[in-house]
């Protein structure tokens, strides 16, 4: 059993890439969840230091609690420790062609992300002013999807199987339809990854927490 330290789910895009790598594939976890801006999130930086960061995931091996963070981090833990599980695909250029994917959208797209924080209250609603860069960092990622969706056959990133890429997709997933961004190519795409149970679940969850951080709220 695991136990995964996440954020406010509406809001925290790195959580959600952590908790879709258990939820997504079956596997056994409990969540924590410690809301973002709060003094009990900061007295859990504190105390879990160098661990100051969600997600978390947290186990007990060999009787002693093992904890480690990073999104990339857990794949690759949980990939090891549960190679049957799918979170790569089998195939090995699909399985290279996923871990560029995951790996590209986990540390790039630095602008989409400043000027379009995910959040899973809003919906169609255009920035007034988006920032220089933005439209350009949105066709990139639309073409590193095009490129996976081509090379990979379909229909999700790297093939036949939700993997690691769609979950570290999907925060991205939920900036186009809250922000009404892309060129709408990726539509199907977009409805299969929302559609999917864990990604439905994570939603459900995050839309009926009454908790609102106006950081997010305010972007106009």
Known sequence: MYTITIGDKAYSSWSMRG?????????????EVVPMYSDAFTAMAKARAPARSVPQLTWVEGGAKRRIWDTLAIAETLAERHPDAGLWPEASAKRRLARVLAAQMHAGFGTLRTAAPMNLHREDQPLTLPPQGLDEAVEQLEELWDTALNEGGGPWLAGPRFTVADAMAAPYVFRFSGYRLGSGRHANYMDRLTSHPAVRRWVTDAQADPRRLPQYETIA
């Open 19 to 31: 908790w879709l790598m258990l939820a997504a594939f079956g596997l056994p976890f409990e969540e």
